[in-house]
């Protein structure tokens, strides 16, 4: 069992930046694929970057590619996610997940465990 709570999220000007953090709690963490969804008001859930357990595989959506960094810190038991150059289509809740396997994964079902979220908002 694995406890996700996410942080960082606020209000950013387009061209800004922000760091998500998402501490886990539980037993063997550093066993975990993590990854960052988003879900914006009427949209389904998105897929946005994902690391696998010892941070060796990482994969992004293609919409953030080049502004997104996915990071952890197994002896933290936190992964992060780096946004730069934030635009207003950013604007979403991100939730942070996590699941079993050996590489970094773009779909929800891979996914067990999954924080409450925390809202990111983009003016323009």
């Known amino acids: 069992q694995v406890q996700l709570v996410e942080s960082g999220g606020g209000l950013v000007q387009a061209g800004g930046s922000l760091r998500l953090s998402c501490a886990a709690s539980?037993?063997?963490?550093?066993?975990?694929?993590m990854a960052w969804f988003r879900q914006a008001p009427g949209e389904e859930r998105e897929f946005v970057a994902s690391?696998?357990?010892?941070?060796?595989?990482?994969y992004y959506a293609d919409s953030v590619k080049g502004r997104a960094t996915i990071s952890r810190d197994n002896s933290n038991n936190t992964v992060y996610l780096q946004m730069n150059s934030l635009k207003p289509e950013d604007t979403a809740v991100y939730y942070c997940?996590?699941?079993?396997?050996?590489?970094?994964?773009?779909?929800?079902?891979?996914?067990?465990?999954w924080g409450q979220g925390t809202q990111v908002t983009v003016s323009s």
């Open positions: 997940a996590a699941g079993r396997g050996n590489y970094a994964y773009s779909t929800t079902r891979r996914y067990d465990y």
């Open positions: 539980g037993r063997a963490f550093n066993t975990y694929t």
């Open positions: 690391i696998s357990w010892n941070g060796g595989y990482t």
